[in-house]
């Protein structure tokens, strides 16, 4: 059995036992979303349920070739943005709690791969700051801490 989207002029090209997806909304106790524009994926759509819904979660049941690892990680990234955990059956992404722990403007450089220029990218950002005629204090984590 496989689940078909409705076309964008909104009449039912097909869907899960021949009803459209709008009879998803009546039929569960939880807020359904489904998105207002054809983008793929529908980030905006996403964010704007999480606004008005405030979820703590945002569960992800889909896979290929609905929503492939690209798509996967723009959703994830957006809903983390938003402070709201991303669950998925094989992993979990936990928003970061940020602190407001400086007394002056900081900024935040981060990579997560080898050799993917976070050195060079900072010590151009610190360069430009004190250009600026600012003071940069520069912060470098390395493995086992900063």
């Known amino acids: ?14 869907s899960l036992h021949g009803r459209p997806p709008q009879h998803v909304q009546r039929g569960l106790p939880i807020p359904v979303v489904l998105p207002a524009s054809s983008a793929s994926p529908p980030i905006g759509d996403i964010v704007k349920a999480i606004r008005l819904h405030k979820p703590d979660v945002v569960v992800e049941l889909c896979d290929e070739p609905v929503v492939n690892d690209q798509k996967r990680m723009q959703i994830a990234s957006a809903v ?15 928003p970061t ?6 007394v002056n403007h900081s900024i935040k450089i981060i990579g997560l791969g ?25 912060v ?5 801490g900063p």
């Open 1 to 14: 059995m496989r689940a078909r989207s409705c076309s964008e002029n909104g009449k039912t090209k097909g």
């Open 80 to 94: 983390v943005v938003e402070s709201v955990k991303y669950e998925r059956a094989d992993f979990t992404f936990f």
């Open 97 to 102: 709690p940020f602190r407001d722990v400086c």
């Open 114 to 138: 080898k050799c993917a220029g976070k050195a060079a990218i900072s010590m151009a950002t610190a360069m430009m700051v004190n250009s600026m005629g600012l003071r940069p204090c520069v």
């Open 140 to 144: 470098k984590a390395a493995p086992g």
